[in-house]
């Protein structure tokens, strides 16, 4: 009897087999058409890109004014990108595929993901379509879509074409650092990326979004030559949907580190080889020291999925869901344990909510004051929401809002930060009129549905 994952790999195989094949004569205008979905990130670089995981990036310098490339999000200007490609730069810009550019804005970053979403004052932008009803398949024709920093002087997108070499693959910059920040789950292709193309799209035969580009390189050099993409269906969609909602984005510890059972470790414990883990590595006051987990114990199973590789012990475990309760099936001596282990964040990666520095909303852009911001505009506040730009055309103008107010209270509920206020506006209607005071005044905003 096959074994349930080869019949899985089969299905989707099939499917595979079943979808229409991209011909040579529809190559060019599904890649036309994916182009206008893929822009080009410009800007001065700053000293460090202060990623969890820049020390994958190390090989990657900034040639001319190219940072790196973007997915377009929506039609009204969101762009997509890699958060170490934009950390500490100044004059950000995006050029589209007909060469326009625009002046640009951080409005969410994830570091722990290395994603950062920008904005721009653009309408009419063709958001690339993404493939979330099936995973990606190895062996599948691929197109990497990015902007070469070598062509400063000619920001078209490159295209190149490759398969996909493996899923699920797992980076960590350094294989014996306790807590190393950590990529999981991504796609490893052939296609090839250079300088610049980190931010840029990775999609399937029919023109849809596989996943975001990390033109990564291992620091020991052992996978030159191959390029890896974060996967639309698992952490880029979670981690776009969460800072777009102003929320962290916490990813799972149990407290422990593994290390897989080889042949020479198997045979010394008497156990198959690739069955199970062993803990090496307990963290004092941890949730796994405290649940009774030591150095020594075999794992088997996370919430009954069978465990065989320590990177994949690090996939499952980030994968759960902080404050949750997970069930490992720990072998120890003779005898197998359901252990339970309550969920914590990840804590190298919970910094707290992911850096939002701008909010749009009823034509307004909202920011956080910041030092900054309290520099700029002369502010004696520690804190608080500060208006930095107003549609002239928008209700809120006509509600006598204005660049520099300091926005207080939303419908009698206090508000200090953009987290407080989003989630104030979160339940309001389009067409609902709302009462807001700042420092200056009080003023009513009609409802609008644009």
């Known amino acids: 009897m096959a074994r349930p994952e080869r019949l899985i790999v089969l299905f989707l195989l099939a499917l595979f087999a079943a979808a229409p094949m991209l011909s040579a004569q529809d190559a060019p205008l599904i890649i036309e058409q994916a182009q206008k979905g893929v822009v080009t ?29 973007g997915i377009v999000l929506s039609s009204d200007g969101l762009i997509l990108t890699a958060h170490h490609t934009v950390a500490g730069a100044e004059n950000i810009s995006v050029v589209l595929s007909s060469l326009s550019e625009f002046d640009a804005r951080v409005i969410a970053t994830e570091s722990s993901l290395d994603l950062a979403i920008l904005r721009i004052q653009s309408a009419d932008l063709v958001p690339l379509p993404w493939r979330l009803d099936m995973p ?95 996967p639309a269906d698992r952490w880029l969609r979670s981690g776009v ?21 080889d042949t020479e470790r198997s045979r010394r414990l008497g156990r198959p080889s690739r069955q ?28 009954n999925e069978p465990v065989r590789l320590a990177s994949q012990f690090r996939r499952i475990e980030l994968r759960l ?31 707290g909510p ?46 006598g809002l204005r660049k520099g107010d300091v926005i207080v209270e939303i419908n009698n509920t206090p508000v200090g930060s953009l987290s407080e206020f989003t989630e104030a506006v979160r339940l309001i209607r389009e067409t609902n009129v709302v009462r807001v005071r700042t420092t ?9 549905t644009r």
């Not at 399937?204 to 596989?210: K, N, P, Y």
């Not at 005898?335 to 910094?351: D, G, K, M, N, Y």
């Not at 009080?442 to 409802?447: E, M, S, T, V």
């Open 276 to 303: 199970g883990v062993q803990v090496s590595y307990v963290a004092i006051s941890g949730p796994a020291e405290a649940a009774g987990v030591a150095v020594g114990d075999i794992v088997t199973r996370v919430n």
């Open 241 to 261: 949907d969460a800072m777009l909602a102003g929320r962290a984005f916490p990813l799972g510890r149990l407290g422990l580190q593994v290390v897989a059972l």
């Open 321 to 351: 869901v902080p404050g949750e309760i997970a069930r490992l099936s720990v072998l120890r001596g003779n005898s197998t344990q359901s252990v339970p282990i309550e969920v914590t964040v990840a804590p190298q990666l919970a910094v």
């Open 136 to 230: 990606p398949v190895v062996g599948e024709t691929v197109y990497a879509l990015g902007t070469p920093a070598i062509f400063s002087d000619d920001p078209f997108t490159s295209v190149s074409r490759g398969i996909i070499g493996a899923v699920n693959r797992s980076l960590t910059s350094s294989q014996e650092a306790r807590e190393a920040p950590f990529l999981a789950d991504l796609i490893e292709t052939d296609a090839q990326l250079s300088p610049g193309e980190s931010g840029g799209a990775l999609i399937d035969e029919s023109g849809r979004l596989l996943g975001m580009c990390l033109a990564v390189y291992h620091p020991t050099g052992a996978v030159r030559g191959r390029a890896f993409a974060l």
């Open 354 to 399: 992911p850096q939002r520095l701008e909010f749009h909303w009823r034509g307004m852009t909202l920011s956080d004051i910041t030092d900054k911001i309290r520099k700029e505009y002369s502010l004696p506040y520690k804190s608080g929401i500060i208006v930095i730009d107003v549609d002239l055309v928008r209700n809120a103008y006509q509600a």
């Open 440 to 448: 200056e005044g009080i003023g009513h905003i009609q409802g609008e």
């Open 41 to 69: 990130i410009c800007g001065r670089p700053g000293a460090s890109g202060g990623s969890a995981v820049t020390s994958f990036f190390q090989e990657e310098t900034v040639v001319g004014n190219i940072l790196g490339s």
